[in-house]
């Protein structure tokens, strides 16, 4: 419930079996993504300094 | 029977029937009603197996003549009970006279379809965990 920002009641009365079934077809289907993901690209700390690196503007003042 | 699209099920799109030759739609219900209806149906459809049994059951023929009666007659009354228990919109009174038999029953497919989603999707969900 938690992962869709609603309360079980809401759900309850609101939301048909089959949307519930499907909601949770794909949260296992976007979690299994984000695990294999994680997995296939693993960086190494360096890698991921440097990316991060890109990503921080510095101002100076 | 044709399975509903991910915008028809995200849109609470009416069930699309034929009844008497004619397009009906039914709205499908909240899990809160259509779990008190979920009971229903498994109430009716519970002794299904003792009946078969009965009519297979050759040294009782009283209770193969009840038995076959429960299936044949009182059942699909009580389908057609459920089935405008659920199809509250629909005009009974009409449909009884203009819908055939053959007719009811896919349309009462078409509601069981959606009121038991995860029949079809359990083993989708249950192969992405196994991986």
């Given at each position: 419930?938690?992962?869709?920002?609603?309360?079980?009641?809401?759900?309850?009365?609101?939301?048909?079996?089959?949307?519930?079934?499907?909601?949770?077809?794909?949260?296992?289907?976007?979690?299994?993504?984000?695990?294999?993901?994680?997995?296939?690209?693993?960086?190494?700390?360096?890698?991921?300094?440097?990316?991060?690196?890109?990503?921080?503007?510095?101002?100076?003042? | 029977?044709?399975?509903?699209?991910?915008?028809?099920?995200?849109?609470?799109?009416?069930?699309?029937?034929?009844?008497?030759?004619?397009?009906?739609?039914?709205?499908?219900?909240?899990?809160?009603?259509?779990?008190?209806?979920?009971?229903?149906l498994i109430s009716l459809i519970a002794p299904l197996p003792v009946l078969v049994n009965t009519t297979m059951d050759t040294?009782n023929?009283?209770g193969f003549?009840d038995a076959l009666t429960q299936m044949m007659?009182t059942m699909p009354?009580q389908v057609?009970?459920?089935?405008?228990?659920?199809?509250?919109?629909?005009?009974?009174?009409?449909?009884?006279?203009?819908?055939?038999?053959?007719?009811?029953?896919?349309?009462?497919?078409?509601?069981v379809?959606?009121?038991?989603?995860?029949a079809?999707?359990?083993?989708?969900?249950?192969?992405?965990?196994?991986?």
């Open positions: 419930m938690a992962e869709w920002h609603v309360t079980p009641d809401y759900i309850v009365n609101n939301w048909t079996d089959e949307l519930l079934n499907l909601m949770t077809e794909k949260l296992v289907e976007r979690k299994g993504k984000e695990r294999t993901g994680i997995g296939k690209h693993k960086d190494s700390e360096e890698t991921l300094f440097a990316r991060a690196r890109s990503l921080i503007k510095v101002v100076k003042k | 029977m044709k399975e509903r699209t991910e915008e028809e099920i995200l849109t609470r799109a009416p069930i699309l029937v034929i009844l008497g030759g004619k397009k009906c739609e039914i709205a499908p219900l909240v899990i809160r009603d259509s779990r008190i209806w979920r009971k229903k040294e023929p009283r003549v007659v009354d057609l009970d459920l089935f405008f228990d659920y199809a509250k919109e629909l005009d009974r009174e009409e449909i009884e006279g203009v819908a055939t038999d053959a007719e009811i029953a896919k349309a009462f497919e078409e509601v379809q959606v009121v038991f989603p995860l079809q999707s359990l083993p989708k969900v249950l192969g992405h965990l196994s991986q």
